[in-house]
Structures are given as structure tokens and as C-alpha cells.
């Protein structure tokens, strides 16, 4: 375990385990943001273990669809970004099993399903939850926000 400060608003966090979101993987793989490119090494060192909802993956893609689109990617660009993704030391959790029981916190903490299904995850298994949008950290007591 390592203490570690991330990010511009100065959070200081002890982790060993984490849910990571879309948000993170982008601003690591193709911002280079420093605390999501450090969240990212010490997950691939295996220092923490990492879990996703299994829509991470379309998420991702998504994203770098649009980077693409807007010229701010390559095709080989954005393809390597959906490699490094798939190839992440994440334990995917599948929807099936988050879908319902997220419904219930997105309707109390008025989030989206998907992003419900992260806060579920992060929550049942005392993990933190890495993110770059600030409402989805705010919605539990395990976010961590990643600011650029």
C-alpha cells in the first residue's frame, strides 16, 4: 500500500483497490493527464487491483470514435488506445450483475445507469472510484476526482 497525492485538489489516497472509469483510461492513454497515467502504471504493476464495469470498453471506444472524428486522433492512434485498454490488468464485472441494483442508486443519487453501475461497483467492493467527472466522484464517498 502507498500513499500517493493525485491530481490539482490536493486528495491524498491510500489504495489497493479501485473501479476505474472511461473518463480515466482516456485522459491517461491519450491525454497523458499525470495522476490517471500514475493510477494506470501502479494498476499494470499490479500495487492495485482494478475492476470495471464491462461497459468500460465500449465507453472508451466511444471516446476515441469521437477523437477520431474531430482530427484529434488516427485510426493506428485510437486502435492503439483501445489495445492498451483491452490488454489492462482490469477485472471486468458484467452488466447483467450491476444492472439492476444500479437502477436503485441512479434513481437516489439521479445519476445514469451507467454511471450507477461504477458507484455499485466501487461500493460493494470497498474500492475507490477513479473518474474525471466531478458529479460521478461526488456521488459516492469512494470518488476520486482525476483533474488535468
Request: hydrophobic content about 50%; glycine content about 4%.
Amino acid at each position: 500500500m502507498r500513499r500517493t497525492s493525485f491530481g490539482r485538489i490536493g486528495i491524498t489516497v491510500i489504495a489497493t483497490s479501485a473501479v476505474v472509469d472511461a473518463s480515466v483510461v482516456v485522459r491517461a492513454l491519450v491525454e497523458k493527464t499525470p495522476a490517471a497515467v500514475e493510477w494506470l502504471s501502479r494498476i499494470g504493476r499490479q500495487e492495485v487491483r482494478a475492476a470495471c464495469p464491462t461497459l468500460l470498453y465500449a465507453e472508451v471506444g466511444h471516446a476515441v470514435l469521437r477523437l477520431h472524428r474531430a482530427g484529434a486522433l488516427t485510426v493506428r492512434a485510437a486502435q492503439r488506445v483501445i489495445d492498451r485498454t483491452l490488454a489492462a490488468p482490469f477485472d471486468p464485472e458484467p452488466l447483467e450483475i450491476l444492472v439492476f441494483p444500479a437502477w436503485s442508486i441512479a434513481v437516489e443519487r439521479g445519476l445514469s445507469i451507467y454511471d450507477a453501475c461504477y458507484v455499485l461497483l466501487a461500493e460493494t467492493r470497498d474500492a475507490v472510484l477513479l473518474t474525471a467527472d466531478r458529479r460521478l466522484a461526488e456521488a459516492t464517498p469512494n470518488g476520486v476526482l482525476i483533474t488535468a
